[in-house]
């Protein structure tokens, strides 16, 4: 049951992002703002806690599929057939990987950088 509150409310995160600014490279960022929790927290967490919020951050992307799939072109269909093989192990360490690289945005909301490690991570 606990793991379905944290499932439900890493969708309710993911349901919130705005799909705004356009980047250059005709990908789109998206910035969530006002959330506590910030990317550098992830840094300090066990191993345990940072695989767990992959996961959830993995489920999430995948429920969120149905729901965004009304969209002419869904943004999140690349990253879920990109992460499809990859163990949540895998996506936390990438995810710790672009946090380390990018210290001048670890003020940014955890799921923004997750976001954006993962995007960055998935062939384009």
């Given at each position: 049951m606990r793991l379905l509150g944290v499932r439900l409310l890493?969708?309710?995160?993911?349901l919130a992002t705005t799909w705004g600014e356009q980047r250059s490279d005709d990908?789109?960022?998206?910035?969530?703002?006002?959330?506590?929790?910030?990317?550098?927290?992830?840094?300090?967490?066990?191993?345990?806690?940072?695989?767990?919020?992959?996961?959830?951050?993995?489920?999430?992307?995948?429920?969120?599929?149905?729901v965004a799939?009304?969209?002419?072109?869904?943004?999140?269909?690349?990253?879920?057939?990109?992460?499809?093989?990859?163990t949540p192990s895998q996506v936390s360490a990438i995810i710790e990987k672009h946090i380390k690289n990018h210290p001048d945005r670890w003020h940014w909301p955890l799921n923004t950088m997750a976001y954006s490690a993962i995007r960055d991570a998935c062939p384009k």
């Amino acid at each position: 049951m606990r793991l379905l509150g944290v499932r439900l409310l890493l969708l309710s995160l993911m349901l919130a992002t705005t799909w705004g600014e356009q980047r250059s490279d005709d990908r789109q960022s998206a910035y969530v703002r006002h959330l506590e929790i910030r990317a550098e927290n992830f840094l300090h967490w066990p191993t345990a806690q940072q695989t767990g919020y992959a996961m959830g951050f993995m489920d999430g992307i995948y429920i969120s599929l149905p729901v965004a799939s009304s969209k002419k072109q869904n943004p999140l269909t690349p990253l879920a057939n990109c992460i499809a093989e990859m163990t949540p192990s895998q996506v936390s360490a990438i995810i710790e990987k672009h946090i380390k690289n990018h210290p001048d945005r670890w003020h940014w909301p955890l799921n923004t950088m997750a976001y954006s490690a993962i995007r960055d991570a998935c062939p384009k």
